[in-house]
Nanobody, 124 residues
């Protein structure tokens, strides 16, 4: 069983930055693909970014490319999402997810474990 706990959300203004963290339990964290998703009110949960066990592989949604950066520290069992140049449309609950199969997918169904989410609100 893997437990994921997100932190770092908050209320910011457009153009500001935030860094989200996701702390994971489990001895095999380093072999998991780790993703970030987000869900705005009334919308489906959508893919934001994913990182493979090797930090060489990272994929981003087009809407966040060049503004967000996903990274991980396997020694700390933690994955991060650095969010720069935030926009009001980035407002959502952000979720961390783990895929033990390491697929680095963009679909919700590909992830077995989820955190409880952290709210990010960007005011204009």
């Amino acid at each position: 069983q893997v437990q994921l706990v997100e932190s770092g959300g908050g209320l910011v203004q457009a153009g500001d930055s935030l860094r989200l963290s996701c702390a994971a339990s489990g001895r095999t964290f380093s072999s998991y693909a780790m993703g970030w998703f987000r869900q705005a009110p009334g919308k489906e949960r959508e893919f934001v970014a994913v990182i493979g066990w090797s930090t060489l592989t990272r994929y981003y949604a087009d809407s966040v490319k060049d503004r967000f950066t996903i990274s991980r520290d396997n020694a700390k069992n933690t994955v991060y999402l650095q969010m720069n140049s935030l926009k009001p449309e980035d407002t959502a609950v952000y979720y961390c997810a783990a895929d033990p199969n390491g697929r680095k997918g963009r679909r919700v169904l590909e992830y077995d474990y989820w955190g409880q989410g952290t709210q990010v609100t960007v005011s204009s």
